[in-house]
């Protein structure tokens, strides 16, 4: 599937808002975006996909009141950023095809 840049359309962001999304750049090797996707899929199933009739520009005129709560702190829940970001980075090396730099890392730190 390509990713957010590589597709060009429309999308409805976390308020409810239609956005225009833009194609940044073209997609790599045989990626199609989500709606290509599905259209082989129901056409690979003998399935007809229904057109989209999605009405952009009404779609944009509707106002919508979003309701948002103010961010409470929870006591108890503090996190150290640096030994947060500490601990993801040693969870991807130490799970992923890194782990080679941490050994590396040891061996030089033993000379």
Same mark, same amino acid.
């Given at each position: %599937?390509?990713s957010? /840049?590589?597709? %060009?359309g429309?999308?409805?962001?976390? /308020?409810? $808002?239609?956005?225009?999304?833009?194609k #940044?750049?073209?997609?790599?090797?045989?990626?199609?975006q989500?709606? =290509?996707?599905?259209? %082989? *899929?129901?056409?690979?199933?003998?399935?007809? *996909?229904p057109?989209? $009739? %999605? =009405?952009?520009?009404k #779609?944009l005129?509707?106002k919508?009141?979003? $309701?948002v &709560?103010?961010?409470?702190?929870?006591?108890?829940? =503090?996190?150290?950023?640096i =030994?947060? &970001?500490?601990?993801? &980075?040693r969870?991807?090396?130490?799970?992923?095809?890194?782990?080679w730099?941490?050994?590396?890392?040891?061996?030089l730190a033993?000379?």
């Open positions: %599937a390509a957010y /840049l590589e597709s %060009a429309t999308i409805v962001n976390y /308020l409810g $808002k239609v956005k225009k999304v833009i #940044a750049v073209s997609p790599s090797g045989e990626a199609m989500h709606k =290509d996707i599905f259209a %082989a *899929l129901a056409k690979a199933m003998k399935s007809k *996909l057109a989209a $009739k %999605a =009405d952009v520009k #779609a005129k509707a919508k009141k979003v $309701k &709560n103010p961010f409470e702190k929870v006591k108890g829940l =503090d996190v150290n950023p =030994d947060l &970001n500490d601990r993801i &980075n969870s991807v090396i130490n799970s992923s095809r890194l782990l730099l941490k050994e590396t890392e040891k061996a033993s000379k």
